[in-house]
C-alpha cells in the first residue's frame, strides 16, 4: 500500500469513527423529538438569558424563582425539566447530563473534590480533555440538543458560570446572529459564602477552585456590564430567596417583549411566510397556529415597526 493509499484509509475510519459518535448523540437527541416541531408559533422565540455566577452562588436556583419553576418553600415544582414555565424557554445546561454519567459509572458527585485530588487517573476519566471523558460527553449531548433549539429560535435559558469573558462574548454574538435578543443574569454573592455554599453542594469542588472560580467571574464583572449594558442585571445572593419584584418584571419583561433583533424580525416573517402565514388570527388554512400571546407579540414587533398585519 502506498503513502497516499494509507491516507485515504486513515481518512475513511477516521470519518466512519466520527459518524458513529455523531449517531449515537443523535439517538439520544431523539428522546426529546418535540424540539424538531418547535418553532416560530412557540413562545419565547430568539430571546437567550445567560446567567453568570460561580459555585455557590444559586443562580440555577435563582433563575428558577424567577421564572416560577419553584414552589413558596422553594422545593422544584418540576424534576429534570427542559422547559422553564409558560416563557418557552429551553434549560441550556449540561449538569444533569454530567450528574447522569457520574451515576452510570458508579462516581458519587460528592466524592468529586477527593477524587480531583486523590485520583488523577480517575479525575481525568471524569473531567480530562478527551472526547470520551464524562464531562465532554455531556458537553457534546448538549450541543446536539441546543442546535436543535437553535434551529428553530426558541428561547433558551444558558446556564453558565462566566468564568471565560471571551467565550461569552462568542456564544452572544453567535446568537445576535441568528436573530436573538440576550441578556445576562448575573448572580453574585460574597467569596465565603460561594465558599461555605459549597460544602453543602450535592456536587462539592474544592476549595480552591471555588475560590479562583469566584475571582474569575468577578474579574468579568465589569466587562459583562459593558457588553450587555441595560441588558444586564445583578442580583445580590447572599441571602438566598427571591430577587426583588422590580429585576423579576425586568427579566420576564424581556422575555415576553416583541424580538427587537432585525435578523430574527426577518426571521419570523420569512418562516410565516413559508409556512403559508397569511393572518395572524387561528384557524383556516392560513391562520396562525400559535397562542394568542404569541400572536400579538408579533403584531406588536409590527407595529413598533411600522408594518401592518399581513
Known amino acids: 500500500m502506498n503513502r497516499f493509499q494509507a491516507n485515504d484509509l486513515r481518512n475513511l475510519v477516521t470519518e466512519v469513527v466520527s459518524a458513529y459518535k455523531a449517531e449515537k448523540r443523535n439517538k439520544w437527541l431523539l428522546e426529546s423529538p418535540e424540539v424538531i416541531e418547535e418553532g416560530v408559533f412557540d413562545p419565547g422565540i430568539l430571546k437567550a438569558v445567560f446567567t453568570a455566577g460561580g459555585p455557590g ?11 416560577g419553576m419553584r414552589d413558596a418553600s422553594g422545593k422544584p415544582l418540576f424534576q429534570k425539566a427542559s422547559f422553564i414555565g409558560s416563557t418557552g424557554l429551553k434549560y441550556v445546561n449540561s449538569d444533569n447530563l454530567f450528574e447522569k454519567g457520574l451515576a452510570d459509572a458508579g462516581i458519587d458527585p460528592g466524592d468529586l473534590a477527593r477524587i480531583e485530588e486523590e485520583d488523577p487517573e480517575l479525575w481525568d476519566i ?16 448538549l450541543a446536539s440538543l441546543r442546535a436543535f433549539y437553535e434551529t428553530g429560535r426558541l428561547g433558551m435559558l444558558i446556564d453558565g458560570t462566566g468564568r471565560r469573558y471571551d467565550k461569552m462574548v462568542r456564544q452572544k454574538k453567535a446568537l445576535e446572529a441568528l436573530g436573538y435578543d440576550t441578556m445576562l443574569i448575573f448572580v453574585d454573592t460574597s467569596e465565603e459564602i460561594a465558599v461555605e455554599r459549597n460544602k453543602s453542594r450535592k456536587r462539592k469542588l474544592g476549595e480552591d477552585g471555588v475560590r479562583e472560580m469566584w475571582k474569575a467571574v468577578q ?5 459583562f456590564q459593558q457588553l450587555f449594558g441595560d441588558d444586564m442585571v445583578i442580583i445580590d445572593n447572599d441571602k438566598f430567596g427571591p430577587p426583588e419584584e422590580e429585576i423579576i418584571e425586568k427579566i420576564t419583561g424581556f422575555v415576553d417583549a416583541p424580538v427587537r433583533n432585525p435578523l430574527g424580525q426577518a426571521w419570523i416573517e420569512d418562516e410565516l411566510e413559508m409556512r403559508g402565514v397569511t393572518t395572524l388570527e387561528p384557524g383556516g388554512a392560513g391562520g396562525f397556529r400559535g397562542g394568542r400571546r404569541e400572536a400579538d407579540r408579533i403584531q406588536q414587533m409590527r407595529d413598533e415597526r411600522g408594518q401592518s398585519d399581513l
Open 57 to 67: 452562588s444559586g443562580k440555577s436556583f435563582t433563575a428558577d424563582l424567577i421564572f
Open 126 to 141: 471524569i473531567q480530562g480533555p478527551s472526547p470520551d471523558s464524562i464531562r465532554n460527553v455531556a458537553k457534546a449531548k
Open 219 to 223: 474579574d468579568n464583572k465589569a466587562g
